[in-house]
């Protein structure tokens, strides 16, 4: 009865599994999200980024800061405490079998809530972004920001206004 049922599981995983392999689209072997997607999302962003990286006319750079606020959190402590517990011992030798039990001493640990603690939550992530026109030589698709890794950032902040850049984003949208 048991194995019955452990094929019915195995029989059911293998059509759960097809059912999703099925809803996922025909990508023709591309990675998830690479897609020729209809549309441009909101705020004039485009289809998400290559990664072998976009190119394009630097528009503007921006750099957002991280944001945090004071937050309260409730403060967990360890507390132990001595414990028992009985041990069952058995012994056989020969045809007789010998029982006896003992106690053990252990540790009792759990962790309780004393008082509360502050810390810092972040709201926003810091972030760095740059915006590009004639996105990969695709005059229609201007005014893109993509999130940039802050060395990324620092050379398009050093580069001239409208200069041409190749870079590997982290992200789009700002």
């Known amino acids: 009865m048991r194995n019955k049922h452990r094929l019915v599981r195995a029989g059911m995983v293998v059509l759960l599994v097809a059912g999703l392999g099925a809803c996922g689209g025909g990508t023709n072997g591309a990675a998830p999200g690479t897609g020729s997607g209809g549309g441009t999302g909101s705020g004039g962003q485009g289809a998400p980024p290559r990664p072998d990286g976009v190119s394009g006319v630097r528009a503007d750079v921006r750099h957002l800061s991280r944001q945090t606020t004071a937050a309260t959190r409730p403060h967990r402590v360890t507390t132990c405490t001595p414990a028992t517990r009985q041990v069952k011992h058995t012994k056989r030798s020969g045809r007789t079998k010998k029982t006896w039990y003992s106690t053990e001493h252990y540790q009792d640990c759990h962790k309780t809530t004393r008082g509360t603690e502050s810390y810092r939550r972040v709201i926003r992530p810091e972030r760095w972004c740059v915006k590009l026109d004639d996105v990969n030589g695709d005059p229609k698709k201007d005014a893109v920001w993509y999130r940039v890794t802050s060395t990324t ?16 984003p982290t992200g789009t949208g700002c």
């Open 153 to 168: 950032y620092h050379q398009a902040l050093g580069a001239d206004a409208r200069a041409r850049l190749r870079f590997t």
